[in-house]
């Protein structure tokens, strides 16, 4: 049995977890939520956009073939790989770089117009000053009025309105079990895997750090964004209890 593991430092860099990771780039084809989030950011023609935590490209390469000048930074070597490979077949021209989102490079400051944090696993430190060092950084690399897109994958409200739950899905060739409870203290929501694989029991943790939508408002202003807007979805629906995501518009 896998020993429990703090989410992405484990399941990002090793392919075992792939049934885990963000969607892939599907050649020939637009995500459908791509036009929501342009309509959200209004980006004009020659827009610079940084990508963090871009996984697999999933939003990196279609923005690139729209035309914008685009960077994909995220941590996991073996998705960035694929991301690459991915790009190179769509023949979109994306700086690729990888790094630790706490810390991107010194001479980025107010380089570009808007970051994007998609699917993400903000929360994912477990040092509270490290989950604010994100924001610092996406508001210091962009431009004075430049706009930021969070979409964080889980919202406090709704685990606390909806409780502990039990869920099963097919990762391809065999099923996983993902029990999910929220600690009401500590605010950690931890996600327990098994699965039965080649005759043995695996099982591994994912744990992430939730907040609710006045808690990533107070921190998006301590990082130097001038306002926010809290939404539902990439449409732009209005935020209710049971929304199961958050997505935040900033700006600096």
Request: hydrophobic share 40%; glycine share 8%; net charge negative.
């Amino acid at each position: 049995m896998d020993n429990p593991s703090p989410s992405w430092q484990r399941i990002y860099a090793d392919e075992e977890f792939s049934w885990l990771w963000p969607p892939a780039y599907e050649p020939g084809s637009t995500p459908p939520e791509l036009e929501s989030i342009l309509s959200l950011l209004q980006p004009q023609n020659g827009a610079r956009f940084l990508d963090l935590a871009c996984g697999l490209g999933w939003l990196t390469i279609p923005m690139a073939l729209r035309g914008f000048h685009v960077t994909g930074y995220d941590l996991s070597d073996a998705m960035l790989t694929r991301a690459q490979e991915s790009a190179a077949h769509a023949k979109a021209e994306i700086q690729w770089v990888r790094g630790d989102m706490r810390s991107l490079p010194a001479d980025w400051t107010a380089t570009f117009d808007f970051v994007t944090l998609t699917l993400s696993e903000f929360g994912c430190f477990h040092d509270e000053s490290d989950n604010q060092c994100v924001l610092a950084e996406a508001a210091r690399v962009l431009k004075q009025g430049g706009r930021f897109l969070l979409d964080i994958v889980v919202n406090r409200d709704e685990l606390v309105f909806r409780g502990d739950r039990t869920e099963c899905f097919d990762a391809g060739g065999y099923f996983i079990s993902d029990r999910g409870s929220l600690d009401l203290l500590s605010g950690i929501y931890t996600r327990v895997f098994q699965w039965y694989r080649q005759g043995q029991r695996r099982q591994t943790t994912w744990q992430i750090r939730a907040y609710t939508a006045p808690e990533v408002t107070r921190m998006l202003q301590r990082a130097g964004f001038r306002s926010s807007t809290p939404y539902r979805n990439y449409a732009g629906d209005r935020l209710t209890r049971d929304s199961a995501s958050l997505v935040f518009l900033a700006q600096k």
